[in-house]
């Protein structure tokens, strides 16, 4: 029986490569992202999960076709939500929103809609998240608190049968995300950064990132509230 997998940012980058990954594998993925344009008969939601409302509803419709749900990558977030602002404290409360209300969002609605069935949530954070890097402060603050968030709920949601899991990646190379636009600009320049920063002095490639993925839905998988960091050894 084909898996049921949720993947929400899947309308670029990182949740777009995911969700074709794992159709070509012959799961049903059911995509949701707040700038995905819905296409008949192919389970694509537009979704905004920064508004309570919208997710609420969003997964009552998903529930409607999809009783239970084997996992949810959630590949959602924004190193620069509020490009503009020159306050500090909108800046903050800008990354907090996108990066961790957004989960907090979802998890609360799927217990709601879901009746608290059992899942496999995967989190993309970010080694931001665990060490000071050449990343927006408000944005390492944002996935620091997400990844304490993510360990608080998976203690809490294991007697459900719910495991929550962190993947936090280093610098993920994809042919459209800032590091593919970086790499265009300046090759020689990001080539001396990752030989300077990262002991393996590469990027990490979103293929690696899946496999990841792939053990932590295994339903017999014995992780719970883990943060796999996959960084070239840059956190160590």
């Known amino acids: 029986m084909k898996k049921n997998i949720l993947i ?3 309308s670029k980058n990182l949740g777009k490569f995911l969700s074709e990954k794992f159709l070509d594998e012959d799961y049903n993925v059911i995509k949701i992202s707040r700038n995905l344009k819905p ?6 939601y537009k979704c905004d999960l920064m508004k309570n409302n919208h997710c609420k509803n969003t997964l009552k ?9 084997d996992g949810i990558i959630f590949s959602v977030g924004d190193s620069k939500p509020q490009k503009d602002s020159k306050l500090e404290a909108e800046k903050y409360l800008a990354s907090l929103k996108i990066n ?4 907090v969002i979802l998890i609360d609605n799927y217990m709601r809609v879901y009746k608290k069935k059992k899942t496999n949530f995967i989190v993309i954070s970010s080694i931001a998240g665990s060490r000071i890097i050449n990343a927006p402060a408000e944005y390492s603050v944002s996935k620091s608190a997400l990844n304490y968030f993510c360990k608080i709920k998976a203690k809490e949601l294991i007697k459900y049968g719910i495991k929550i899991n962190i993947i936090s990646p280093g610098n993920i190379f994809m042919k459209d995300n ?10 020689e320049k990001i080539k001396k950064y990752l030989n300077s920063n990262v002991p393996s002095k590469r990027f990490i490639l979103p293929n690696e990132i899946y496999s990841i993925c792939k053990v932590l839905l295994e339903e017999n998988n014995n992780y719970v509230g883990s943060n796999v960091i996959i960084d070239g050894g840059q956190s160590l």
């Open 8 to 10: 929400c940012g899947s």
């Open 39 to 44: 296409e008949k008969n192919k389970n694509s």
């Open 61 to 69: 419709k998903i529930n409607k076709k999809y009783k239970s749900l």
């Open 100 to 103: 961790l209300i957004t989960l």
């Open 178 to 187: 800032s590091w593919g636009k970086k790499m265009r600009k300046n090759k």
